[in-house]
């Protein structure tokens, strides 16, 4: 109230945000929203059944993939190259079931990946599919990005992404406290989500932490690692929730919705779960 005795337009306008409002709404479903997963590829069958007998009807997924060895991507056949991918996929899907998927696999067989590649993967994302959120379960330790020109490349297309309202989300380290991962150490221009404790899927957190910001629940539904807690699961369930908010306006800037899923964590303390610390 700011010492006044009735509320300003500012406590008006805040008291709107809160998560039942937003996310309870029955068109927040992440329709009319198209997003990235920068992974392992998604094994497109499986989620289709997976979804199907819930009685759910996804958008098909479609994609490419991407090497290193090759300018060019190479066709989506409906494959992923690990489980990781379709897990990430699934946590999307479970919160905002009728979002627009594009995988694109950077991985391949041989479980690796390098920086060029993932930026090449997100031009294409932005400028040949046109996707307004780009999710990043991954991140590379800093000591492969020693070279200023890498960084400074790799800064450049999560800027690139910014500056065409694209929604960036990046996990952020799993392994150690203080070992800083990128992309999620470029927090001003994206969305750094860190692991945290919470019952519910729509559960997240404000909690800044070095360049980090927010937490969101770290289990995913799907797949055999998808139990245990992970910055990679916390990733696509705020992406998820970002798409439910865009499907109520799909105008919003990235700076935009970072206001407002911060004003929903204040009025709401959203979810039901505890705030974490990076593990």
Sequence with gaps: MNGLSTPSVFDEI??????????????????????????????RSVLEERFN????????IEGA?????????LP?????????????????????????????????????TDVDTVIRAMEHAINVWGCKIINLS??????????????????????????????IFAAAHNEHPMTRSYPSAFAPPLISVDKGDFDDPLGFAYQLSEHVEFQARS?????PFAREPATSWATPHLAGIAARILSLRPGLKPFEIKT?????????RSGSGTTSQPA
Excluded: C
């Design 14 to 43: 805040f008291a709107l945000f809160t998560p039942e409002r937003i996310l309870g709404d029955e068109r927040a479903t992440g329709e009319g929203v198209s997003m990235a997963l920068i992974d392992s590829g998604i094994e």
């Design 260 to 268: 407002i899923l911060y004003w929903m964590f204040q009025r709401g």
């Design 53 to 60: 007998l819930n009685g759910k009807a996804i958008h098909r």
């Design 138 to 167: 991954l991140g590379v330790p800093e000591h492969r990005l020693q070279q200023v020109p890498r960084r400074y490349q790799f800064l450049q297309a999560i800027e690139e992404g910014y500056y065409k309202d694209v929604l």
């Design 219 to 223: 289990r995913g539904y799907h797949g």
């Design 65 to 73: 993939v991407f090497r290193s060895d090759r300018p060019e991507p």
């Design 76 to 112: 989506y056949e409906g494959h992923q190259s690990s489980p990781h991918g379709t897990t990430v996929a699934d946590i999307v899907l479970t919160l905002a079931p009728r979002v627009k998927l594009y995988s694109a696999d950077v991985f391949g067989p041989q479980g690796n």
